[in-house]
């Protein structure tokens, strides 16, 4: 019992430590990027329990290629320059952890839109009767995720505007489209495998691109992490 109440008062703070985080990046932005994500969130829903077309597909694109280009890439945007603005950007490189804080809080912002795109393909899932392989959806899920943040921390490390740079995260995304926007979630019919594991052929090239996603991802978070040990960079 004592080791169950240590795990929950972990994992309560551990959640208000996210929260906190979530809402430091987001500031007075998060009542409209809760909108656009409940929209997005109750269209992927839709879709997916009622079957609308091929509900799986269809709910892939909504809950993860949209928000991550269209919530992730202007809530990471100003990523260094909300701390530039407010005068504070010193204060935090001065900091021994400044590197690890701003990997917090970007995420913070990925790691909550992967959660609910999780859920909404968890239910994609079971709403079409098991129709496709659920685990490689949800490898390639968190590996676009996690370009969306690792490339968010390297152009916002090196250009001062956020408008600069999350054009350039866009890009930087539409670069990498063939991997990204590749749906993992063709119909079973037509993949062959179970219901958590396609077949050998999609198999493969699924995790080929979820490898080349993470590399990219590690790619972009060493070098952010290199240009943040350079303070005279970003003091300007």
């Known amino acids: 019992m ?3 109440r240590v795990s929950a008062a972990a994992l309560r703070a551990w959640c208000g430590q996210a929260i906190g985080l979530l809402r430091l ?20 829903l839709f879709d997916a329990l009622l ?5 799986a597909a269809t709910a892939y694109l909504t809950v993860v290629i949209a928000p991550a280009l269209l919530l992730g890439v202007p809530a990471l ?5 909300l701390e530039r603005d407010a005068g504070s950007l010193d204060l935090l490189l001065t900091a021994p952890h400044a590197a690890r804080h701003l990997l917090a809080r970007a995420a913070a912002v990925t790691g909550a839109m992967l959660l609910q795109a999780w859920l909404v393909l968890a239910l994609t899932w079971w709403a079409t009767d098991l129709g496709f392989a659920l ?11 996690a370009v969306v943040g690792a490339a968010a921390l390297f152009w ?4 001062e505007s956020a408008g ?37 052929e999609t198999a493969v090239s699924t995790l080929s691109n979820v490898a080349i996603l993470v590399a990219a ?16 960079l970003l003091l300007r």
């Open 25 to 44: 990046q987001l500031g007075g932005r998060w009542v409209l990027f809760l909108a656009a994500d409940v929209v997005l969130l109750i269209s992927g």
């Open 51 to 55: 079957g609308l077309g091929e509900s």
């Open 77 to 81: 945007a100003d990523l260094v320059s």
């Open 164 to 200: 600069a740079a999350g054009s350039a995260i866009f890009i930087t995304v539409l670069i990498l489209g063939a991997w990204c926007f590749d749906v993992p979630v063709g119909p079973r019919a037509a993949t062959g495998g179970s219901a958590f594991w396609p077949g050998a």
């Open 217 to 232: 991802a590690l790619l972009f978070w060493l070098a952010a992490r290199r240009r943040l040990s350079r303070t005279a």
């Open 135 to 145: 685990v490689p959806a949800l490898f390639h899920s968190a590996a676009a995720f």
């Open 2 to 4: 004592t080791a169950q």
């Open 156 to 159: 916002t490390t090196r250009l």
